[in-house]
Each structure stands twice: as C-alpha cells, then as structure tokens.
C-alpha cells in the first residue's frame, strides 16, 4: 500500500473507495486505474490517492470474479459484476436450482474467493440472485485462480439452473368412500401451493380409494403426458403395498423411494411411470404450509429426475417448521 500522486496512479488498484462531496461513490475500492479514471479524480480536484500494485503471478480481483462466475454455473443464468471482486449471477427465468455441494466445498476451500448458492432443489424466479462469487480483496494468485478453474472445467458446472417452462400438472384425488369429498378438501389448498411455483392444475380426476379405480385414473392422467402426477389421497397408507401403492405398480410405475427425511411428509411415495415421477405424499395437502412436496416439486417441475439417493439426502434440514 502506498500513497502516490494521482497522475501515476494508472494501471494500480484504488485501495479505497472515492466519493463526490455530494455522497456519491465516484470509483469503488479495488478499481484498476485507468487513464480516462486519472482524469476523472484530477476533475474532482485529487491529487493523491492511496494504491496497490499487482505483483507477478497475480491477476485483479473483479477480473478473477469474472473468470470463476462465468465457469461456475450453467442453464438459465446472467452474470451481472459488481464492485470489490463481485460477480453475481441472477436467474434469467424461473428455474429449479441445484447444486454440487461436494464441488462447492472443494471451491470454497481454495483460500482465494467464496461462491455461496441457493439451496439445492430450491424454486428460484426470474431475476432473483442465486449465486455469489467473491474473490479475496484487491488480488488474486493466477495459479490459484486456474487451478479452481481447471476444477469447475473437470467436474462441473458447480450450479445448474433447470428452467421450469409450461409445466403439466395432473392430480388425483382420492378417498376411501368419495373421491370428489377429497377435491373439496385439498384443491384450494393444491391451488395455493402451485401458485408459488408460478404454475397450477392442468388436469385433475377424483376417484375412490380402491386398487382398480385408482389404477384406471392414473392410467388416464399419464396419457396426457404430464410433467408430473400428484395423488392427493385422505388416508395414510401403510406403504407400497396399500391401494395407492398397488395401483401405482398396476400401471407400470417403478418405486424409486418410499419414506423420506422430512417432517412433514416421511411417508412419501415416489415412483416413475416412465420418466413422469408419480408422487404419494399423503398429509401433505391438507396444509399450504412447507412439507417434502415443497421439496421435491421444484426439481421435478424442471423435468429433473430425482434419485431415491437425493430424498435420502433431506434429512439435513428436513425438518421444516
């Protein structure tokens, strides 16, 4: 760090932010000084300001958040700089996001920049941040900065931004005596959860609670080819082997993962047909508060398909108030 006069400032870091006597900021801290800057402070009467110089091997710090950013993620995604070795990058429509939380540690733990993320499976809408990279203040080791490039090129993207794009959505709701007193029951409540994805119900049957009749629905929702199926059922059943869960196999779904780690709605049944996930959360519509279909909604409305491994991995946080 050392105080210079303003005309040999060019190609030197500003080490600390300048401001108008108005208030306004007029370069931010880290600026790589430029000519055109030089003439700018001279205008604003400066004549000495505090720097730093890039030493050999080192590389600027909004220059290494431009780099690493535009490495880190892929899908629906815009890079926006911002001062002080800053790169934020913003949704560019709605989307599902998810995240490589082994690669992100390994990045962190560079000791040259921090990414931080949304959370992974989180619904995130267009123009809202989902990711930050920040690099160590004024400079950053080249060598370092390749090196976690080298990382993101090898084993990411670190961040994907599935979009959500006209989503199907299909649901069945059934119950032991009336199928139409389990629509009376849940479909406000289906509405109200749905809108918070920016989507609703494309297509819905009602039916009893018995094998075959459960069976012939689904049968039918599935050949509208939908993004996914919502079995919005009264009771709490005793797993796969109850009507629901019968009926699923009936048609050709494949279990994929029954209980998940997450309060409310451990008893989750989630099974493909095909590669439309078919989704049995039984307690799970009776209230718009947060519950593992909130989880698992985001992701499988971007057509991502969720491994029975994944659920297992909610447990962590998966207790939701």
């Known amino acids: ?105 390994q990045v962190n733990s560079s000791g040259c920049l921090a990414v931080a993320t949304g959370a992974n499976f989180s619904f995130e809408m267009a123009e809202r941040r989902v990711a930050t990279v920040k690099t160590a203040p004024f400079a950053v080791s080249q060598l ?55 989507t609703g119900v494309t297509f819905a049957l009602t039916a009893v609670e018995e094998e075959a009749r459960v069976a012939r629905c689904l049968d039918h929702l599935l050949r509208s080819h939908p993004t996914v199926v919502l079995i919005a059922s009264t009771t709490a059943p005793a797993g796969p082997s109850d009507a629901v869960g019968r009926a699923m196999e009936r048609v050709g779904c494949r279990l994929e993962r029954f209980l998940a780690p997450v309060e409310p709605g451990n008893l989750l049944l989630l099974a493909y047909a095909g590669d439309v996930p078919v989704i049995s959360a039984p307690g799970c519509f009776r209230s718009p508060k947060p519950n593992v279909v909130d989880l698992l909604l985001p992701p499988l409305l971007a057509r991502y398909r969720v491994a029975a491994a994944e659920v297992a991995g909610l447990g962590h946080g998966g207790l939701l108030q």
């Not at 900021?25 to 110089?53: F, N, Q």
């Open 1 to 105: 760090m050392q105080a210079v006069d303003v005309k040999d400032s060019a190609g030197r870091l500003l080490l600390h932010p300048i401001f108008r006597p108005c208030g306004k900021k007029l370069l931010a801290k880290g600026h790589l000084l430029s000519e055109e800057d030089i003439r700018l402070l001279g205008a604003e009467g400066l004549t000495r300001i505090y720097v730093a110089e890039l030493e050999q091997g080192e590389v600027g710090e909004d220059y290494a958040a431009s780099v690493i950013a535009s490495e880190v993620g892929c899908g629906s995604l815009s890079i926006h700089m911002a001062a002080g070795g800053r790169a934020n990058l913003m949704a560019s429509e709605n989307c599902c996001l998810l995240v490589d939380d082994q690669l992100l540690r």
């Open 144 to 198: 370092e900065m390749d090196e976690v490039r080298a990382t993101l090129r090898e084993r990411g993207p670190l961040l994907q931004a599935r979009p959500i794009r006209r989503p199907v959505v299909a649901v069945l709701y059934c119950d032991p005596l009336q199928g139409e007193r389990a629509r009376q029951l849940f479909e406000g409540i289906m509405r109200t959860r749905l809108d918070r994805l920016g």
